[in-house]
């Protein structure tokens, strides 16, 4: 087991490292990202929503684990419960650190949770001396928490993802 990157500064929250055995979770925390979406498409049954959630999320789960080689997948946990997951790649190929992924679950969200990991992922990225980026979508709520804590527009891949970058040199990690 490798040594913790990030450490959360809240004493409720912890992060373990994700196991092959986490992937049914996994796949529900990726699916509760997508519960918006998929009210777009009465049409399809519980079953083909199933379907596509597993492929996208398999897809996806391959692709980070593919291109983010050395990175930290972590579930994030509140006491003994996971309610959320978190990917970090302490040194992106930009040289910046970059936060692949966060999510949390619904029942989890708007809590300050998700802040103070950003938070504590800022400090370790200032401590390393690098800028932090994420990939966001243009219609995340989220949006607002990441232009809170001074994430600025560094490009807009598409008209969906939105890369954000924190530039450590800011001396302010509280919003």
Not at 55 to 69: D, L, M, P, S
Not at 78 to 88: K, N, S
């Amino acid at each position: 087991m490798r040594s913790m990157l990030i450490q959360p500064s809240d004493p409720g929250l912890s992060l373990r490292e994700i196991t092959e055995a986490d992937e049914p979770l996994l796949l529900a925390i990726y699916a509760s990202t997508r519960e918006k979406e998929m009210t777009l498409v009465p049409q399809w049954s519980e079953a083909q929503k199933k379907a596509f959630l597993l492929q996208q999320f398999t897809a996806q789960h391959a692709w980070y684990r593919q291109h983010y080689k050395g990175a930290f997948f972590y579930l994030i946990q509140r006491g003994a419960t996971t309610i959320g997951r978190l990917y970090v790649a302490p040194c992106y190929v930009d040289g910046t650190v970059r936060i692949i992924d966060i999510a949390l679950l619904p029942a989890h969200r708007n809590k300050g949770y998700g802040e103070s990991l950003l938070k504590d992922i800022m400090t370790f990225a200032k401590s390393e001396g690098r800028n932090l980026t994420i990939h966001v979508e243009s219609f995340n709520p989220a949006m607002r928490l990441y232009e809170r804590l001074g994430f600025l527009l560094k490009d807009r891949k598409n008209e969906v993802y939105y890369l954000l970058e924190w530039e450590c040199q800011q001396q302010k990690l509280t919003a």
